[in-house]
Each structure stands twice: as C-alpha cells, then as structure tokens.
C-alpha cells in the first residue's frame, strides 16, 4: 500500500477515442470516477495533467512560433485541462485543489509547497498545472519534480498501454512487455516511456515509477492496492 502518490495523466487521456485534440466529457468522467475510487481508499493523491490535447509546444509550433511562446501556450493548456478535471473529481464528490506554477489567481492557487502538503494532509486531491513553469521541460519532468517536492512513495504514469514495451507495440509485433525494470537499465536501453531528465530525477530521489494502462477499468484501484499491474521502474 502507498501513502501518498503522483498520478501522471497525459492531455490526451481527456480526449476521445481516435480524437486526442479535445476534452471529452465521458472520459473525464471516467478518469474522475477511477480516480474517486482510489482516493476513497484513503491514499494522499496529488496529479500532474499534462495540455497535449490542447496544444503541445515542442509539435504545434510548427516554424511559425517559437519554442519559448509555444511551450508557454502549451503550459497554459494543463491548466484548461486540471480546471476540467478538478470540476469533474468535485462531481464524484472529492475535494480538489489546482495549483499552478504559473501566477494566475482568477483561476487557482499559485503552487506552494507548504500548502500543498496542508491540502494532502486533508484529504484533499491536489492537482498541479503548468508543468516546471519553464519551457523545455515536459509535464513528465514537472511529476518527477512535484513527486520529490511533496514526498511522494511512486509516480503513476497512466498511459495508453498495459506498460513499458522493448518497442512501440502498435509499430513492432516483436516487442514484449517489460514486468519489472531498474532505472539504469531503462536509460541504457533508451526506452521512451519518461524523458531522461524526469526518469534521472525520479533515480537521484528514489522515486519508483509504475507504467499502467489508464483504459482498465481498476487499474488506478488495483495500483494503490499494491496489486501487480504495467510494469514498476525502480532501482536495482
């Protein structure tokens, strides 16, 4: 059983099936549902969202913008997203708080470490938005750094798959999933689950990493258990 986790979700995770450029009303209301169920099991939750739904700067720039103001744009994108997904959690009952590494008080609370931890303690689901605050670093980066702040036991990166594969399992028949990983190994091999800079700042604080398929319904349950699902990245 973990105390307290970081739940990673992508921007896309929002989307519809076969349309990851939205945020569509039944799968935020199946994430928050799923995500209820773990919350009421009595694990401190906090939740980085990522805004590739919306815009994604390192892709969406396209020449036209630079990375700078693109990244920025994309930063402004998760907190669209935590705003959905907080309205959402509230719905099944769980009491949310959004809290931005970007200034914008209309809307939610700059991120403080002191009152997030507070917000933990309560009960309260915390999700943070804007990423790092800063462009070229990704919303996996801002996990690693959010899950160190707040004394995280494990990240969960809730993705599209059942893991981490030895290669794309929608590009190569030949890849096979990977139960059980060290951190090392998984730089060496390059495997593309986590950027580099965000899978060494989980290793430098010792903060495993469970890959699982957001999709299965219990899943997050099943994680929060301590039942063996996707695949667990941790040190030798």
């Given at each position: 059983?973990?105390?307290r986790?970081?739940?990673?979700?992508?921007?896309?995770?929002?989307?519809a099936?076969?349309?990851?450029?939205?945020?569509?009303?039944?799968?935020?209301?199946?994430?928050?549902k799923?995500?209820?169920?773990?919350?009421?099991?009595?694990?401190?939750?906090a939740?980085?969202?990522?805004?590739g739904?919306?815009?994604?700067?390192a892709?969406?720039g396209?020449?036209?913008?630079?990375?700078v103001?693109?990244?920025?744009m994309g930063?402004?994108?998760?907190?669209?997203?935590?705003?959905?997904l907080?309205?959402?959690?509230?719905?099944?009952?769980?009491?949310?708080r959004?809290q931005?590494?970007?200034?914008?008080?209309?809307?939610?609370?700059?991120?403080?470490?002191?009152?997030a931890m507070?917000?933990?303690?309560?009960?309260?689901?915390v999700?943070?938005?804007?990423?790092?605050?800063?462009?070229?670093?990704?919303?996996?980066?801002?996990?690693?750094?959010?899950?160190?702040?707040?004394?995280?036991?494990?990240?969960?990166?809730?993705?599209?798959?059942?893991?981490?594969?030895?290669?794309?399992?929608?590009?190569?028949?030949?890849?096979?999933?990977?139960?059980?990983?060290?951190?090392?190994?998984a730089?060496?091999?390059?495997?593309?689950?986590?950027?580099a800079?965000a899978?060494?700042?989980?290793?430098?604080?010792?903060?495993p990493?469970?890959?699982?398929?957001l999709h299965?319904p219990?899943?997050?349950?099943?994680?929060?258990?301590?039942?063996?699902?996707?695949?667990?990245?941790?040190?030798?």
């Amino acid at each position: 059983m973990y105390k307290r986790v970081l739940l990673k979700l992508s921007g896309e995770a929002l989307g519809a099936p076969g349309d990851s450029r939205s945020i569509n009303p039944p799968s935020l209301t199946y994430i928050a549902k799923e995500t209820a169920k773990g919350v009421r099991k009595g694990v401190s939750l906090a939740i980085v969202i990522g805004g590739g739904n919306i815009w994604r700067g390192a892709r969406d720039g396209h020449g036209m913008i630079d990375r700078v103001t693109s990244d920025n744009m994309g930063m402004l994108a998760t907190i669209i997203n935590a705003m959905a997904l907080q309205s959402a959690l509230e719905h099944e009952g769980v009491s949310t708080r959004v809290q931005t590494s970007i200034e914008i008080s209309r809307l939610a609370e700059p991120f403080i470490r002191r009152r997030a931890m507070r917000h933990l303690e309560k009960g309260r689901v915390v999700i943070f938005a804007g990423g790092t605050g800063n462009p070229y670093f990704t919303t996996d980066t801002a996990a690693a750094l959010r899950a160190a702040e707040v004394n995280a036991d494990v990240i969960f990166k809730a993705t599209q798959v059942d893991g981490v594969y030895t290669g794309d399992p929608k590009k190569d028949p030949r890849a096979k999933l990977i139960k059980d990983i060290t951190y090392m190994a998984a730089i060496s091999k390059g495997l593309k689950f986590m950027d580099a800079s965000a899978l060494t700042l989980c290793m430098e604080n010792n903060i495993p990493i469970l890959v699982f398929d957001l999709h299965v319904p219990g899943n997050i349950r099943k994680a929060l258990s301590g039942e063996k699902v996707g695949t667990l990245i941790h040190h030798a």
